[in-house]
């Protein structure tokens, strides 16, 4: 039986003897464990050739998502000193940029006495910005009464018929309005930067900015150690509180609907002084206005009917504060008829509270 299978398979290996060497060979001369060899080295090539395609592969993926992945963002430009020029003394014109307007706002900077850290009040003028050469700076003696005192005084041009607030839309007349970002966080982080200050600050406004003052307060709370308003209207969202606001803008052609949105609607009552009074709670607040008679505390051109209201809007405000405990100076004078000699006397009478409020 073995001699004839040496035979088949010489017959199927020509050339080869019966019990040869070579007979022991698998498959006419190749080794008997060349297949098990092959078998390893096809594997061994076909893992190669997989991990190669799994590399490229990985990588082609990765550069065709990266072209859907947006790069990370350049970092949004923060405030910062477009210029200062000299204005005489101490004073100095501030140019500071405002990423939230997307423009360049001049303050006019009473720098502090003491030439150590101090305090910040910010002064706030009236219904024209200062751009119509009305203002603290032009029309009272804010540059000697300060002189000697250690705090630095710091008042922002420009906001005409804004309110001084951040509306919810740009204003085809008042342009694109966000006076709050810039007057809550904006200009002071660069005042803070560029003046030696203690953190503590104040804010005042006169007559349009009265209220806006008193709003800034509420709406951002802790950023002012003290406020007060002169001559101003702390508003309400009601229909004679929208009224109010309302004419102020449209006296400056702007639509008061840009403002806050739908006259008394959510935006209308997220300004609501009355509403909100409770955030002026461990804040120092200054309030006064006149009855609108002109008296000797007067000095140019007044508004009896506009003081007249003044009146009865701090008077109706201050009724509030009290109503809920939270303490204000208020000042009710028999005379006065909004003018600028009132203003100054009003800012020297609450300078005292003011400055003790902040630690000036």
């Known amino acids: ?13 020509p ?27 096809n594997g061994y090539k076909a893992e190669v050739r997989w991990k190669y395609l799994f590399a490229v592969s990985s990588a082609a993926l990765v550069a065709a998502v990266s072209l859907f992945v947006p790069s990370p963002a350049a970092a949004a430009p923060g405030p910062r000193v477009d210029a200062e020029r000299p204005l005489g003394g101490r004073a100095v014109a501030l140019d500071v940029f405002s990423p939230a307007m997307n423009r360049v706002i001049t303050n006019r900077v009473i720098p502090a006495a003491g030439g150590g850290p101090a305090p910040t009040i910010y002064l706030l003028t009236g219904i024209g910005g200062g ?32 309110l001084y607030t951040d509306w919810h839309t740009d204003d085809p ?6 006076w709050q970002t810039y007057l809550t966080t904006e200009l002071p982080a660069v005042v803070d930067a560029r003046f030696t200050t203690t953190g503590r ?25 003290a406020v007060a308003s002169y001559s101003g209207c702390p508003w309400s969202a009601d229909a ?13 052609g702007g639509n008061p609907g840009n403002m806050w949105g739908p006259p008394g609607g959510p935006g209308w009552q997220a300004h609501d002084a009355f509403r909100h009074a409770s955030r002026l709670a ?14 000797t505390i007067d000095r140019g051109w007044g508004f009896p009917p506009v003081e007249a209201v003044a009146s009865a809007c701090t008077s109706a405000f201050a009724g509030r504060l009290a109503q809920i405990g939270v303490g204000a100076v208020h000042i009710d004078r028999p005379a ?25």
């Open 131 to 162: 751009t119509d050469g009305i203002s603290w700076w032009d029309d009272t003696d804010v540059r000697q009464f300060f002189a000697d005192k250690n705090v630095n005084v710091v008042m922002p041009i420009g906001g005409a018929y804004t």
């Open 201 to 225: 600050n104040a804010i005042a406004g006169v007559s349009m900015s009265g209220g806006s003052a008193v709003d800034l307060a509420i709406q951002a709370p802790g950023r002012y150690q």
């Open 336 to 360: 006065g008829a909004h003018t600028w000699g009132q203003f100054e006397y009003d800012l020297h009478d609450s300078w005292p509270y003011l400055a003790r409020a902040i630690g000036a």
């Open 1 to 13: 039986m073995t001699r004839r299978r040496e035979t088949r398979r010489a017959a199927r290996c």
């Open 282 to 295: 461990g804040t120092a607040v200054y309030l006064s206005a006149a009855s609108g008679i002109p008296g």
């Open 15 to 41: 050339g080869s003897a019966p019990g040869s060497a070579r007979a022991q060979r698998n498959r006419c001369g190749r080794p008997k464990y060349r297949g098990t060899l092959l078998r390893h080295e």
């Open 240 to 252: 004679a509180g929208v009224a109010m606001v309302g004419a102020q803008v449209l006296r400056g």
């Open 173 to 178: 007349v008042l342009g694109r309005a966000r």
